[in-house]
């Protein structure tokens, strides 16, 4: 049995990833473990990914930090050049930028509601789109990765958050239809949607309220969240050539929390 088998089959050495927002978080650790996988890496921020490159340097990797909103397509467009001025190609991209509002159908106002849409569902079109223009002209067979919710299966409760959940109900339905129009350009499309995650924004008292935190918890399956860490093998195996025939696909990663 060859020694390697597993490495060699997830490795992610010779690509180039781009992870949308980067620069903390969920997108932080995501940029960090594709990096470690062999990944060189460029991040997509709109306040800068300072710490993420150097955690990544740190560890022997290469990264780059490029200030772009992915709303704005000609952003997009200027950092991707960014990215083929320092690395040649693109491979792969994990589109993990987004933005929630916990806010019924009466306190979110409608530039809310477009905002959500906006960041969530449109920005991921948009960086799809452009980064697929540079694989097809690269004739790279790339795999680009959304990041939708579980709340794209689901009402949240208690909280009220209809922009979010539909944006990322879109996000599902955009990334099989990504799929279809990319397929014969060789360009796989998946999604993976994510449970509850304990990042900052979910479990710091500054980002959310604690009788939210404390409505939860009873509700997990599990009895507890998400690390981080818990998405991102699945997110490297869809990148890697592991998975070449995975297309159109989504991997709910909810700890059961739909299931019950």
């Not at 460029?42 to 022997?60: H, Y």
Request: with cysteine.
């Amino acid at each position: 049995m060859k020694e390697n088998f597993i490495q060699d089959l997830f490795s992610l050495e010779g690509k180039v990833a781009l992870v949308t927002g980067g620069g903390r978080g969920i997108g932080q650790v995501i940029a960090r473990d594709l990096a470690r996988a062999g990944a060189d890496i460029a991040i997509f921020s709109r306040s800068g990914a300072a710490e993420s490159v150097k955690l990544i340097e740190g560890e022997g990797g290469k990264a780059m930090d490029i200030i772009a909103d992915c709303t704005k397509e000609d952003q997009v467009r200027a950092g991707i050049q960014k990215i083929l001025a320092e690395y040649g190609h693109l491979d792969v991209v994990v589109n993990n930028a987004g933005v929630c509002y916990h806010k019924d159908i009466f306190e979110a106002t409608v530039e809310e509601f477009r905002e959500c849409l906006d960041i969530n569902l449109t920005g991921e079109y948009i960086v799809a789109r452009e980064a697929a223009r540079v694989m097809i002209e690269k004739n790279i067979a790339g795999s680009i990765i959304n990041i939708a919710s579980m709340s794209a299966y689901i009402a949240n409760v208690p909280q009220r958050q209809v922009a979010y959940n539909a944006s990322k109900a879109g996000v599902i339905h955009m990334t099989k239809s990504l799929a279809v129009e990319l397929v014969e350009h060789h360009i796989r499309v998946n999604s993976i949607s994510p449970g509850y995650v304990a990042t900052p924004m979910s479990i710091d008292p500054n980002f959310v309220e604690p009788e939210l935190l404390a409505a939860w918890e009873p509700l997990f399956p599990m009895h507890r969240m998400a690390k981080p860490e818990e998405l991102v093998g699945a997110i490297i195996w869809l990148a890697s050539d592991a998975s070449h025939y995975a297309n159109g696909t989504d991997i709910l990663i909810d700890g059961l929390y739909t299931a019950v």
